[in-house]
């Protein structure tokens, strides 16, 4: 078992920037990846960024790419999403999630757990 538990959102003015936290507790150590998602209000939840456990691979959404950026400290099992140049529209709850096998990048199938989710409010 992996239990993750985010943090860091809150709200912000458009323009503005967040870091999210995501620490990881239990099996950590056969992890694939851990990736990022939200989920806006009558929304699918859609992907954000992942990165592998070594953190050498990264990759992103296009609608975040050159914004976000995704980074890890095993040291601290803790995974960070650095998010810059925010818009209203990246509004949502953020989760993030571990993966234990399958594709590049996984695909949301593929991730075994998932944390219970910070708010993100962008005003305009």
């Known amino acids: 078992q992996v239990q993750l538990v985010e943090s860091g959102g809150g709200l912000v003015q458009a323009g503005g920037s967040l870091r999210l936290s995501c620490a990881a507790s239990?099996?950590?150590?056969?992890?694939?990846?851990t990736g990022w998602f939200r989920q806006a209000p009558g929304k699918e939840r859609e992907f954000v960024a992942v990165i592998t456990w070594s953190g050498r691979i990264t990759y992103y959404a296009k609608s975040v790419k050159d914004r976000f950026t995704i980074s890890r400290d095993n040291a601290k099992i803790t995974v960070y999403l650095q998010m810059n140049s925010l818009k209203p529209e990246d509004t949502a709850i953020y989760y993030c999630a571990d993966s234990r096998r399958g594709s590049w990048p996984p695909t949301i199938y593929e991730y075994d757990y998932w944390g219970q989710g910070t708010q993100v409010t962008v005003s305009s």
């Open positions: 239990g099996r950590t150590f056969s992890s694939y990846a």
